[in-house]
């Protein structure tokens, strides 16, 4: 099996790599000590899309592209921004269902609401992880609490299928914090940008 990072050829000693699992599990580890972040797989020239299995077939090449924390931030960031103005929309959908008193279609648009709250949050914390950020903006740690404790009250309601409150978490108090995020959004992407640069000018 040919193991190729970023279009080189790397060669693990005395690993025998009976799974595909086993290969990306060694190219993490490789990857944290140089500060990168696996990308994107292909196996066999074929791009291994998420929670897809591969089949019975022998593997042959095992390809594999990074990028940098911050890139891969910069990225989420720009995406992030599109899922809030999303957020509303289906917000006001939600204040339909609540009106029509269809509680299990409510809980059912919540649960997929919810998923992209999640990926909110592992944004700010891979953010805080991987930038300086929290130094420029002081209440960025505050922004982070708070929305901690806004998705334990979702998840509370949720598990009481308590409808109301729920709509009224998601429409006032998640609402504000989101509406904070996209008021600084384009600060967060410049002074992330900056460290990307610096990054690679040191590199």
């Known amino acids: 099996m ?3 990072i970023d279009n080189k050829k790397i060669k693990f000693e005395k690993k ?10 060694e190219v993490n580890k490789l990857l944290e000590k140089e500060g990168k972040m696996l990308y994107n797989i292909y196996v066999n020239g074929q791009l291994l899309v998420e929670n897809n299995m591969v089949g019975g077939e022998k593997i042959n090449v095992v390809e594999i592209l ?15 921004e599109i899922y809030i103005e999303k957020y509303f929309e289906t917000i006001d959908l939600l204040d339909l269902e609540m009106e029509w008193e269809n509680d299990l279609r409510m809980i059912s648009v919540s649960f ?10 592992n944004i700010l914390m891979s ?16 922004i982070i609490e708070d929305y901690e404790e806004c998705m334990n009250n979702i998840s509370q309601a949720m598990e009481s299928k308590d409808t109301h409150v729920l709509q009224e978490i998601l429409e006032y108090e998640m ?3 989101l509406m904070e995020l ?19 000018k040191f590199a």
Not at 112 to 121: K, M, N, Q, S, T
Not at 128 to 139: G, I, P, S
Request: hydrophobic residues 40%; proline residues 1%; aromatic residues 10%.
């Open 2 to 4: 040919d193991i190729l």
């Open 16 to 25: 025998d790599f009976k799974t595909l699992g086993l290969v990306i599990e």
């Open 66 to 80: 990074t990028k940098s924390p911050k890139s891969i931030i910069l990225e989420a960031i720009s995406d992030m």
């Open 112 to 121: 997929e609401v919810v998923a992209g709250l999640d990926w909110i949050y």
């Open 127 to 142: 953010i805080k992880e991987n930038t300086a950020l929290d130094l420029l903006y002081e209440d960025f740690d505050s």
């Open 175 to 177: 609402s504000d914090l």
């Open 182 to 200: 996209k008021e600084n959004i384009e600060g967060y992407y410049e002074n992330i940008l900056k460290e990307e640069m610096r990054d690679r």
